[in-house]
């Protein structure tokens, strides 16, 4: 039977974040992942990164390529009844914003821990977590078709909304909230010039168009759609003039459209838990908590996850003591609970919830209030670069 100090689950940016934190403080952890290398080095996720997570990245050893082609941002334009408001993000907070994808982050991730042969395991099935509510918790696992066992001190479930860490606690010991929202977003890839320098959010009465990027010659942009949408549904030309009919036309008209690299459509849901350790197993980023995309706070809630953690578990090899790992949960959650806020309130204000007259007219006050009010634009600003506490 094989041993390490911490048994991570997943190798998305939370488990191979922390891989790489603990490795530098002289942590053992092995890494156990479903997915193939290729498959979790191609998937196309967020691509905005809070201060905060920058550093962090540079903490972990893995920031070189994030500040070279990293894109900073000073602020971002929301866009209404065809006009903008500009969210002045460094001269509201002092603080800026990083555009760099959540897929570049991964190779660079994955690049860091491949120095250190055996510690991401990929393509494991049939992961069971054993006895985390003792001293002596264990992993077993399917690996290149034989059935193994891993002791460790902590198992980390970093396995996402879909994971088996969650789900290994009995649904009567932990508190679930949730709330699924009526609409989705359609996201498309293509390397065309950007149609701003800064990121757009526009409501319209047709429904929210965002216009991202990646770098100077790849955009990414969204759309809501409906629930029931397929991506076969939607070629390219009726993405192309539906994201043109909802901006503002100053910007419709410039808009460089191409063929897509990847077109796909993602489902929006609010998910906490309480607690987020158990025993001796932590669950961290989306395998504990899920955000609607608006606002970009999903990755940017795992990376502080993982801070706190790590800083726990580097206190626990180094003095013995727990106190802060038994903080875990408690440090996290004030951050979690603070960007589901956040990404809530900024999903209802900028999207097309229903016919309801009486709502559509309350949204459109709101955001009326938000272009004359630097009060208002200054939350905005604050809650979007992210809060400084742990
Ligand atoms: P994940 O990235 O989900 O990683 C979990 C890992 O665990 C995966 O590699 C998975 O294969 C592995 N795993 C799962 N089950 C098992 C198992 N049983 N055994 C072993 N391994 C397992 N956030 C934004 O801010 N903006 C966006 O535009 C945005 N778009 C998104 C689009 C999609 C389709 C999704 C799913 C998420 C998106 N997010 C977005 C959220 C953001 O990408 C996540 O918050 C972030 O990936 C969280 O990282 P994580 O490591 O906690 O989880
Ligand atoms: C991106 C996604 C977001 O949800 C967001 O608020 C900003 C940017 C992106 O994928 O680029």
Known sequence: MRSTQVAIVGAGPSGLLLAQLLSRNGIDAIVLERRSRDYVQARIRAGLLEWTTVELLQEAGVAERVMRDGLVHDGFDVAFANGCHRIDLKGLTGRSVLVYGQT??????????????????????????????????????????????????????????????????????????????????????????PLHEELVYAHHERGFALCSMRSRGRSRYYVQCSLGDKVQQWSDSRFWDELAARLPERYAGRLVTGPSLEKSIAPLRSLVTEPMQFGRLFLVGDAAHIVPPTGAKGLNLAAADVRVLARGLVEFYRTGSTTLVDEYSHRALRRVWQATRFSWWFTTLLHRFSADPFAQRLQSAELEYLARS?????????????????
Do not use: M
Not at 116 to 143: F, I, Q
Not at 374 to 390: H, I, L, M
């Open 104 to 193: 570049e982050l991964q190779k660079d991730l994955v690049q860091a821990r491949a120095s250190d042969p055996g510690a991401v395991l990929w393509e494991v099935a049939d992961v069971v977590l054993h006895d985390w509510d003792t001293r002596a918790p264990r992993v077993s696992y399917t690996h290149a078709g034989a059935r193994h066992e891993l002791r460790c001190d902590y198992i980390a479930g970093c396995d996402g909304y879909h994971g088996v860490s969650r789900a290994a606690v009995p649904p009567q010991q932990r508190l679930q909230f949730e709330r699924v929202y009526p609409f989705g977003w359609l996201g498309l890839l293509a390397d065309v010039p």
């Open 374 to 390: 630097s009060a208002a634009s200054r939350t905005v600003a604050e809650n979007y670069v992210g809060p400084s506490f742990d």
